[in-house]
C-alpha cells in the first residue's frame, strides 16, 4: 500500500497527517451508516452567521447516480474516480436564506465543510479526493440545480487499495511523495 503521511516539522496532529488525496480505492462498499457520519461531520464546520451555504449529493458505486456524477468527470478524473466506493457533489448555495443577497462566503464556508468531511473520513480509514476536474454546466443540469447553486467540487471517497492497481500516469502519482510549501513561505509574525 502506498502511505502518504505527512512528515511534519511540528507536531502536527495524527488525523492530519494521514489525510493525503488517493487515487487507489478498493473494491469495498462504504456503509450508508458510515456516510451518514461522515456528512454530518461536514455539517459542524465554521460557516459565516452559521449560513451553512452547502448541499452534498451523493451515490454509491453500482448505481444510476454514481454513473450520473462519474460521467461529469473530467477525462483525467475518470480512470481512477470510477474504482471510488462513493462520489460526493459538493454544492455551494450563493445567496443567504431568505434575502437573496449574495454571501460573500460561500465558497469559504463549502471548503471548511469539505475539510470536515475529508478528516472525519480519514479517521475511519476511509480515503478521499477532492476534484475541481469536472463539468459544472453538466452537474446543474443533471441534478436540476437551481439558479442560486453552484456545484463546487466533486470528492471520491474509498477504502485504499494497492497502487500497482491504477495505470500510468496515475500510478506514479499515488506513489509520488507529497510537498509542502515552508511555513516561513506564508506565514508572517507581526510585531
Ligand atoms: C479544490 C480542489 C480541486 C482539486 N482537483 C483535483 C482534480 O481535478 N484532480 C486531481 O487528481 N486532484 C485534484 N485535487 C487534489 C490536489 O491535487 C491535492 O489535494 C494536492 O495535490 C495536495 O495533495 P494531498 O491532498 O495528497 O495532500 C484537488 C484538490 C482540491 C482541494
Redesign the pocket.
Known amino acids: 500500500m502506498s502511505i502518504?503521511f505527512a512528515q511534519t516539522k511540528h507536531q502536527v496532529i495524527d488525523l492530519i497527517k494521514h489525510r493525503?488525496?488517493a487515487r487507489s480505492f478498493a473494491e469495498k462498499a462504504i456503509s450508508e451508516r458510515d456516510m451518514q457520519t461522515i456528512l454530518e461531520a461536514g455539517s459542524w464546520a465554521a460557516s459565516a452567521n452559521n449560513s451553512q451555504p452547502w448541499r452534498y449529493a451523493y451515490a454509491h458505486k453500482g448505481t444510476e447516480g454514481f454513473e450520473t456524477l462519474l460521467s461529469t468527470l473530467?477525462p483525467?478524473?475518470q480512470p481512477w474516480a470510477k474504482n471510488a466506493a462513493v462520489l460526493v457533489a459538493g454544492i455551494g448555495i450563493k445567496e443567504l436564506p431568505d434575502t437573496q443577497q449574495k454571501n460573500a462566503y460561500y465558497l469559504h464556508d463549502i471548503g471548511m465543510a469539505n475539510s470536515f468531511i475529508l478528516l472525519q473520513a480519514s479517521s475511519m480509514d476511509i480515503y478521499s479526493?477532492?476534484?475541481?476536474?469536472f463539468s459544472k454546466q453538466q452537474i446543474s443540469e443533471k441534478l436540476s440545480l437551481p439558479e442560486n447553486e453552484e456545484p463546487v467540487?466533486i470528492i471520491a471517497l474509498g477504502y485504499l487499495a494497492d497502487a500497482e492497481k491504477l495505470e500510468e500516469p496515475y500510478k506514479s502519482r499515488e506513489m509520488a511523495p507529497?510537498s509542502r510549501k515552508p511555513l516561513a513561505e506564508f506565514t508572517t509574525l507581526l510585531d
Not at 479526493?129 to 476536474?133: L, S
Open positions: 502518504k493525503w488525496s473530467a483525467g478524473n479526493h477532492v476534484m475541481a476536474g467540487c507529497r
